[in-house]
């Protein structure tokens, strides 16, 4: 089915297989069944009192689903990418009067895009099987990268500045030079689609999510296989590396988060979640979530913030976030769908894409005008 065409109820979770599998399906699941959770030492959660008056700005330049969102690190602007095949360049200060730069350069969706360490440019991966590099504020100097063979699923740009790594849904990895294009090496450790990519702070490793529910541990100088991180039961759909270097946090469809050790693969904890509606009215009845979809760790290394469904169906979520040392002080709040989030670089809020949709209707805002594909900036 071709990406312009307009989804109103587009799974999260088939949301990643339709774009593996270069589709798009329209899809909503119903409400599933709360599980008691076998831990009866549970953190219990509290409630941030944020709602209405807590989202800072809406942007709404796109016209289809937002899929992907990443704040430049000098925090002035944010960029978001959507299947309407553009990437959005806008500011991240609702009082700075910035023009929205639309970036034009993919000829499918777009999956996945990240800023460079020093803000200047943005790169985007999509449906169309290219990595493009280019100008933030410009479109200009524009890279393309190929080689893949499939959808890009991920992207991610080396903290030195040098390289940028691509994960694909032809279950490779690859590097690419980010002054040339040209491609340094292609990992093909993984049996099925990758997911996600994440760098660790000195650029010197990468590490690599798959729905052949493993993590693998690369040397970005040579495209080595390091180790294997097999602790997950279900697909790895997100990967953070921790600020420090020594800990990555992975998000699955098993339904948990799990950090461990990056250099051994030592878990360190589990994460299992809650039921929030429950633990709203009492804060005992913790039970396990539902799919992971997203897992970022903040840039001071002290939270860790997850979107999951929460047994609330694909037409809300729940995002939430903890101390990433201690897996206490929680955080949740609702939220409408979202496909990605990104911290503030100071930590502060977060960016997320996020699609409001009208059941029974055809069109965006027909019967609603909240309705429709934005960005969305929360405090944190």
Not at 62 to 87: F, N
Not at 104 to 122: E, I, L
Not at 275 to 280: E, F, G, P
Request: aromatic fraction near 10%; hydrophobic fraction near 35%; proline fraction near 5%.
């Amino acid at each position: 089915m071709h990406t312009q065409t307009h989804h109103l109820h587009l799974s999260r979770r088939f949301f990643l297989r339709s774009l593996a599998a270069f589709m798009l399906t329209m899809s909503m699941d119903g409400c599933a069944q709360s599980v008691p959770s076998s831990s009866a030492t549970l953190p219990t959660p509290t409630p941030t009192p944020r709602r209405p008056g807590s989202v800072i700005l809406s942007y709404r330049g796109h016209k289809q689903r937002v899929t992907a969102v990443g704040w430049s690190p000098d925090g002035r602007y944010i960029a978001s990418g959507s299947l309407d095949e553009t990437v959005q360049v806008w500011a991240a200060n609702p009082d700075e009067h910035f023009h929205p730069f639309i970036y034009r350069g993919h000829n499918a969706g777009v999956s996945t895009v990240d800023w460079s360490p020093d803000s200047q440019r943005v790169v985007s991966g999509a449906s169309d099987r290219t990595v493009q590099v280019w100008n933030a504020l410009t479109g200009e100097h524009v890279i393309i990268c190929r080689g893949h063979t499939a959808l890009v699923m991920s992207v991610a740009w080396s903290p030195d500045g040098k390289y940028i790594a691509s994960g694909s849904a032809d279950n490779t990895v690859r590097l690419w030079d980010a002054a040339t294009g040209v491609q340094r090496f292609v990992y093909r450790g993984h049996t099925d689609s990758v997911n996600t990519v994440s760098w660790s702070p000195d650029s010197q490793r990468l590490a690599s999510g798959s729905s052949d529910k493993t993590v693998q541990i690369l040397d970005a100088a040579t495209g080595g296989h390091i180790f294997t991180y097999r602790g997950h039961s279900g697909t790895v759909s997100s990967v953070s590396w921790a600020p420090d270097g020594k800990r990555i946090a992975s998000g699955s469809w098993d339904k948990t988060v799990q950090v461990w050790e990056a250099a051994t693969g030592k878990v360190a904890y589990i994460y299992d979640g809650y039921n929030v509606k429950a633990a709203q009215t009492n804060p005992s009845l913790g039970v396990l979530p539902d799919l992971i979809f997203v897992v970022a760790w903040s840039h001071n290394g002290k939270r860790i913030a997850a979107v999951t469904q929460v047994y609330c169906g694909d037409n809300c979520a729940v995002i939430v976030s903890w101390d990433a040392d201690t897996e206490s002080n929680f955080t949740f709040y609702l939220d409408d769908p979202v496909f990605a989030l990104a911290w503030s670089p100071d930590d502060t809020r977060f960016v997320t894409a996020t699609d409001v949709t009208n059941q029974g209707t055809e069109t965006w805002g027909e019967s609603d005008p909240e309705a429709g594909p934005y960005a969305q900036i929360s405090q944190a």
